[in-house]
T-cell receptor, first 115, second 110 residues
Framework: NSKVIQTPRYLVKGQGQKAKMRCIPE?????VFWYQQNKNNEFKFLIN????????QIDMTEKRFSAECPSNSPCSLEIQSSEAGDSALYLC?????????????FGKGTRLTVV | QQKVQQSPESLIVPEGAMTSLNCTFS??????FAWYRQHSGKAPKALMS????GEKEEGRFTIHLNKASLHFSLHIRDSQPSDSALYLC??????????FGTGTKLQVVP
């Protein structure tokens, strides 16, 4: 069973509204990833962190999303102004060590619907 | 930019058959190759991974990597209905995250 906990499982927002989702990585995992999986199963990398620092993010994330991984608190990903095209499954994953390593462990995701 | 593509998009096989799934990538400097499985409504979960050319077997699953051909594959021996899922390949090149293919939907019918 996945030990990466994502909340909420489902989120419905109107266009222009903020949408915030949270992730508790597996215990002891310092690296956290956020991916967006659309209805065609395409995975888009959004951002990753090592401890509290951003490792890498795409332009869209930088412009429209707000993300953080504070110490001793859940990581979060927030869309500042939701658009219809943001409807997707948002997957959080964590790994034990840096990017060159290995396996990432995924949560079950937050399914966002923008109406 | 790295492109990761999978084939076929979907596959139906009878129980007990061998299943072969393919993944191609575009960056020859890629260094880590993995297969994940995602059952409907569940989290993707890593199945197997490989770093260097060759073959690796774990139970009914075998992964092949040929970097020169920019290709790796997953073979499932004695496919079971419980293997029915979305299979995703993932590749890590010089960046900090794995790039995923769009998946192959596998259905194993009794």
């Amino acid at each position: 069973n996945s030990k990466v906990i994502q909340t909420p499982r489902y989120l419905v927002k109107g266009q222009g509204q903020k949408a915030k989702m949270r992730c508790i990585p597996e215990k002891g995992h310092p690296v956290v990833f956020w991916y967006q999986q659309n209805k065609n199963n395409e995975f888009k990398f959004l951002i990753n962190f090592q401890n509290q620092e951003v490792l890498q993010q795409i332009d869209m994330t930088e412009k429209r999303f707000s993300a953080e991984c504070p110490s001793n608190s859940p990581c979060s990903l927030e869309i500042q102004s939701s658009e219809a095209g943001d409807s997707a499954l948002y997957l959080c994953a964590s790994s034990l060590s840096g990017p060159a390593n290995t396996e990432v462990f995924f949560g079950k995701g937050t399914r966002l619907t923008v109406v | 930019q790295q492109k990761v593509q999978q084939s076929p998009e979907s596959l139906i096989v009878p129980e007990g058959a061998m299943t072969s799934l393919n993944c191609t990538f575009s960056d020859s400097a890629s260094q880590y190759f993995a297969w994940y499985r995602q059952h409907s409504g569940k989290a993707p979960k890593a199945l197997m991974s490989i770093f260097s050319n060759g073959e690796k077997e774990e139970g009914r699953f075998t992964i092949h990597l040929n970097k020169a051909s920019l290709h790796f594959s997953l073979h499932i021996r004695d496919s079971q209905p419980s293997d029915s899922a979305l299979y995703l390949c993932a590749v890590l090149n010089s960046g900090t995250y794995q790039r995923f293919g769009t998946g192959t939907k596998l259905q194993v019918v009794p």
